[in-house]
């Protein structure tokens, strides 16, 4: 039996798809939960009418993924610090809010529920995949660092630090000299 699908099935087809099922599954289940309609000529005839109009506004959604996915794909590399082991393992792990705030640090808006990250343990560098069409898929590089080597540049504010400490002793020196001018 010839049926429309009007969503998409996994394992049957995708939305709109005119496919052959057997009777049972088209009677019993497909048409009377709305997932599909019977294809008779004019249902054929129907579709064939949306999908015409549907395929000027289709293309232009595409032209505009393919826009963002150029300029995503010219985005540098992303630095996202994490808090690392000894051993070089990240604690916590790097997702796609992060990769969606470092993308909009940068000027380009993602939804984050478009945005797939691979597994990340470690330090380096990485990418992730945004899916912004059916067709259309971006690549954002991403480098995790240690949020310690930051704190290795406040080193020398320390040094600052013990040069008061010698002039609190300058202040002892002369408090040792009024004992003995008195």
Same mark, same amino acid.
């Given at each position: 039996m010839e049926i429309i699908l009007? *969503?998409?099935i996994i394992g049957l087809g995708f939305? +709109?798809?005119i496919v052959n099922v057997k009777n049972g599954y088209a009677n019993n289940y497909l048409v009377p939960t709305g997932k599909a309609?019977? %294809?008779? %000529?004019s249902a054929k005839k129907q579709l064939a009418e949306d999908l015409r109009q549907k395929a000027h506004k289709l293309a232009k959604i595409k032209e505009e993924a393919e826009a963002l996915a150029a300029?995503? +794909? %010219? $985005?540098?590399?992303? $630095?996202?610090?994490?808090? $690392?082991?000894a051993t070089g393992t990240i604690y916590g792990s790097v997702n796609n809010v992060q990769i969606a705030q470092g993308l909009a640090d940068n000027g380009?808006?993602?939804?984050?529920k478009k945005i797939v990250v691979g597994e990340v343990k470690a330090v380096g560098t990485y990418t992730a995949s945004v899916k912004l069409h059916k067709e259309v898929t971006a690549t954002v590089s991403f480098s995790v660092i240690n949020d310690a080597e930051p704190q290795e540049e406040t080193a020398p504010a320390e040094e600052t630090v013990e040069a008061p400490a010698a002039? $609190? *002793?300058?202040?002892?020196e002369e408090a040792t000299e009024t004992p003995a001018e008195a």
């Open positions: 009007k *969503e998409d939305k +709109n798809d309609i019977y %294809a008779t %000529a300029k995503i +794909n %010219a $985005v540098p590399t992303l $630095v996202i610090p994490m808090k $690392v082991s380009i808006e993602i939804d984050r002039e $609190v *002793e300058t202040p002892a």
